[in-house]
């Protein structure tokens, strides 16, 4: 398609003008040099100003379709040396704002001139005759105004029937793109999109992709339509943000996915102090723009704005920044920031809670032993509900310490269902809270809770290995090889994963695959002489002594620790049909309050001690409630 200029005359921006027949830029009536591409964007942004202009209608507009070009590169440098010439910036933009992953909107107020007034002239015969049609034009607009207005309010009432009742269920909020230069302040744009994630997830009647999920988009180059069908979501939330000083910048937009239209756009200059309040007033904005129904205790949480120093809230976000990261080293920076957001401010209940879940999964992974980080959790959760009781997180941290050191299921379940009051799109309290259901044998409800907590983080691998562990155990062996096989598509490289399928295959009698899993598994961990004496034992005897000769191996090895896995021993153990060892295991398991037991209910590997009147007496010391009792 050849290049085009829209058909106008002259426009003026500010103290700029635009002559688009003469193709010229002028500031205070002095010509400014443009080329010809950036010129070619000017003019087609100005013809439609305040709307958003994607990369695409760009390039079908400026650069045909038969010329080879760079094309990212080509309109990376149009928009550069427009900017240039326009005296404006990225960063504070007057003119042309950047829609990261979409394109560019011209949001300077444009009056359009009409021709250029030294061009344009009349002679008393063509004056004349100018007004005879002046006049015979009005006569006949007033005979078609009646009609135009009666179809243009026509069309306007349906319309606005559309625009006022949008069908949108579900959006994802992308990560907000740092404008500062600077990578340093990631952490200040991570923490404004996690924590618009935070509160519009606070709405029952919306589904909230998760963060984990909608990182992967950081920096990407997908369009929205892409992203917005990966996630299955009806709406995107997308902008910038800026921070120098205590200045900040940030823009919102909340963009329709299909068709694509912009719905509304918001941007706020000004000091970081206001940051609380903004970020809340863009979540309640959003939700009334896409009119989703809030029960009166939703619009309550939601209007809720939690008052803090700024120096508190930036070392605050800059905790969550670690924490979000997947190495122990970061969570432990992140527990010096939470730390020192609480002594700037001891009643920002944010920062409790954030240094209560470091402890929560210091106790869960380490190196921390759970004696020494489950009562440094408690105590900081505790402080920070009664800061706070309508935070959603210590709840659920509450939960974990009911669960997972306390075992008293009761207490543990009620906080779960708080949590989800008060955030029902949270991935990980629905995963939790499944974890809680299967260790009392709700598995139906469990594998709700897997599905739903998929729905919301669709690309955690955890998650999806949940879900198929919970189909395995549920007898659905054909369903979980398949939602173990979607693990792989995820991450191919996420090794676990297969061990998790060797399993699932070996329950329904499909041996061959089975063992191919775990060979691929124990090469990939760097057990190749293990792998090739398993592979070769199975070919020769069965899977039955192969998986007798693996265990053996394991437990040689275990019991050489200093530390051995007592809950691993005991399963394997089981296993090998040692009921003694068995026991002996369990109860040291049991005396370390270790998670593992928690699944003693339901593991298969226990199979061979069911009958055994040791195991009802160690079922019965758990406590379970009237709905587990042994099998």
Same mark, same amino acid.
């Given at each position: 398609?050849?290049? =085009?200029?829209?058909? $106008? ?24 040099? @443009? ?24 390039? +079908? ?10 094309? /990212? ?35 300077? +107020? ?41 179809? /243009? ?17 579900? *959006? ?19 923490? !404004? ?86 970020? =809340? ?13 809030? =029960? ?26 670690? $924490? ?8 432990? !920076? ?29 106790? !869960?992974?380490?190196?921390? =032993? ?40 009761? &207490? ?24 809680? $259901? ?32 919970? @189909? ?12 173990? +096989? ?29 063992? &191919?899993? *775990? ?66 295991? $369990? ?25 055994? *009147? ?7 010391? !758990? ?9």
């Amino acid at each position: 398609m050849a290049a =085009t200029t829209p058909k $106008l005359g002259l426009v003026q921006f500010g103290v700029l003008e635009l002559d688009l027949k003469a193709r010229e830029l002028r500031k205070r009536g002095v010509k400014v040099r @443009l080329q010809d591409q950036p010129f070619q964007v000017l003019a087609v942004l100005i013809e439609h100003a305040g709307e958003a202009v994607t990369k695409e209608e760009l390039r +079908q507009r400026i650069w045909p379709s038969d010329t080879f070009v760079d094309f /990212d590169h080509g309109l990376h440098s149009a928009i550069t040396r427009l900017r240039e010439a326009l005296g404006d910036s990225a960063e504070n933009p007057r003119f042309i704002e950047t829609l990261p992953r979409r394109g560019y909107r011209f949001i300077a +107020q444009v009056k359009e001139l009409g021709e250029d007034p030294q061009s344009a002239s009349l002679s008393p015969a063509g004056l004349q005759k100018s007004s005879a049609l002046v006049l015979a034009g009005l006569l006949v607009g007033a005979a078609l105004l009646a009609i135009v207005l009666d179809l /243009d309010l026509a069309g306007a009432r349906q319309w606005l029937r559309w625009q006022g009742n949008p069908s949108i269920h579900s *959006l994802a909020v992308l990560p907000l793109e740092n404008l500062s230069g600077d990578s340093a302040q990631d952490y200040f744009a991570d923490g !404004m999109t996690e924590a618009l994630i935070t509160d519009l997830a606070k709405v029952g009647g919306l589904r909230v992709i998760s963060r984990q999920s909608v990182i992967r988009y950081k920096g990407s180059k997908k369009t929205l339509s892409e992203i917005a069908s990966e996630l299955h979501v009806d709406a995107l939330v997308e902008g910038t943000a800026a921070r120098s000083g205590d200045r900040v910048r940030i823009t919102i937009n909340l963009v329709l996915a299909s068709p694509e239209r912009h719905l509304w756009a918001e941007t706020y200059q000004g000091d970081m102090a206001n940051v609380l309040v903004l970020q =809340t007033e863009f979540a309640q904005t959003i939700v009334r723009q896409i009119r989703v129904h809030l =029960t009166p205790q939703e619009q309550a949480n939601l209007a809720k704005a939690r008052p803090a120093s700024p120096e508190a809230n930036e070392l605050y976000l800059r905790g969550r920044f670690y $924490l979000n990261k997947g190495v122990f080293s970061a969570w432990q !920076m992140s527990r010096d920031y939470f730390e020192r957001a609480i002594a700037k401010d001891p009643s920002y209940a944010p920062a409790y809670a954030g240094l209560a879940a470091f402890y929560a999964r210091a106790a !869960m992974v380490g190196p921390l =032993t759970p004696q020494q980080a489950w009562p440094k959790a408690e105590e900081t959760v505790d402080r920070a509900l009664q800061l706070d009781e309508t935070l959603a997180e210590p709840h659920a941290l509450i939960a974990q310490i009911r669960l997972f050191r306390d075992w008293n299921w009761a &207490a543990a379940e009620k906080e779960y269902r708080r949590a989800l009051e008060l955030n029902p799109n949270s991935s990980d309290v629905h995963s939790n809270y499944a974890y809680y $259901l299967r260790s009392v044998s709700r598995l139906d409800q469990a594998l709700q809770e897997d599905k739903r907590a998929l729905e919301l983080d669709p690309f955690r691998v955890d998650l999806s290995n949940h879900l198929a562990f919970d @189909l395995d155990l549920a007898g659905r062996y054909e369903d979980a090889v398949d939602q173990f +096989q979607e693990s792989l598509k995820l991450d191919p490289d996420a090794i676990g994963t297969r061990m998790l399928l060797s399993n699932a295959y070996e329950h329904r009698g499909m041996y061959d695959q089975s063992v &191919a899993e *775990l060979v691929d598994y124990l090469n990939l961990t760097n057990q190749r002489a293990l792998a090739a004496n398993f592979e070769n034992t199975y070919k020769t005897s069965g899977f039955a002594k192969a998986a007798r000769f693996l265990d053996r191996q394991f437990v040689a090895r275990e019991r050489r620790k200093s530390s051995p896995a007592s809950w691993d021993l005991a399963c394997s153990y089981a296993r090998l049909g040692e009921r003694n060892e068995a026991f002996n295991w $369990l109860e040291r398991a049991y005396a370390e309050h270790h998670g593992g037991l928690l699944q003693i209910r339901y593991d298969p590997d226990l199979n061979s001690l069911r009958s055994d *009147l040791r195991y009802r007496n160690l079922v019965r010391r !758990m406590d379970f409630p009237p709905e587990s009792l042994p099998r």
